[in-house]
């Protein structure tokens, strides 16, 4: 058992005719209740704290009851397509892929750029038809496709898919890629 000893001893008293000195009794103090009392209020503190909640992104799902036809439409004039390359590159096309004798709609950038990218898109496009669609290739890193995700979350798009890239679109990426010099 804990114990406090708080006798006084020690002290120096008058001695003599007149001065009657009195019985000292030492007082003793259990302190075990002090130790329950300690681990009950640690118990109580640890019971009602609040944890810290786990941070996640907000994600607006597809309505469920649509047919999966009607869930994956989107106007041509309102999609752009990013694709992320190796060493931060970024590319990206505005509706259907066109690499035909006309032209191209394929274009490249960085992450720096991507952003008025995106915001003029948001800009000229209604934001019921804007869907943005992000394919990593396998040599982008994940650092990549955070970023660009952030990017949707910075500049408020909210529809927006992440989708495997297809063979044209790599092959085309990686030949843009060698005829940059990367």
């Known amino acids: 058992m804990a114990e406090m000893d708080t006798s006084g001893g ?5 001695k003599g005719p007149g001065v009657k000195k009195g019985k000292k009794m030492s007082t003793r103090v259990d302190l075990t209740p002090m130790v ?3 681990f009950l209020l640690i ?7 609040t944890m810290s909640q ?19 439409k989107a106007k041509e004039s309102g999609a752009l397509t990013i694709l992320l390359g190796k060493d931060n590159n ?10 035909d004798a006309t032209g191209t709609n394929f ?24 869907v943005v ?5 396998d040599e982008s890193t994940y650092k990549n496709v955070i970023d660009i995700l952030d990017e949707m979350s910075i500049n408020v798009i909210k ?16 030949i843009t890629e060698q005829s940059s010099g990367n």
């Open 10 to 14: 020690g002290g120096k008293h008058k």
């Open 54 to 72: 786990p941070t996640a992104m907000k994600l607006n799902l597809p309505d469920d009851r649509a047919t999966p036809e009607e869930q994956n």
């Open 107 to 130: 274009k490249a950038s960085n992450f720096k750029d991507i952003r008025d990218v995106l915001i003029q898109k948001k800009q000229s496009t209604d934001t019921s038809d804007m």
């Open 90 to 99: 970024v590319f990206y096309y505005e509706g259907i892929l066109k690499a």
């Open 43 to 49: 118990t109580f503190f640890i019971f009602t704290t």
């Open 159 to 174: 529809r927006y898919a992440l989708v495997d890239i297809s063979p044209d679109e790599d092959q085309l990426i990686k």
């Open 133 to 137: 669609v992000i394919k990593p290739s």
């Open 36 to 38: 329950d009392l300690g």
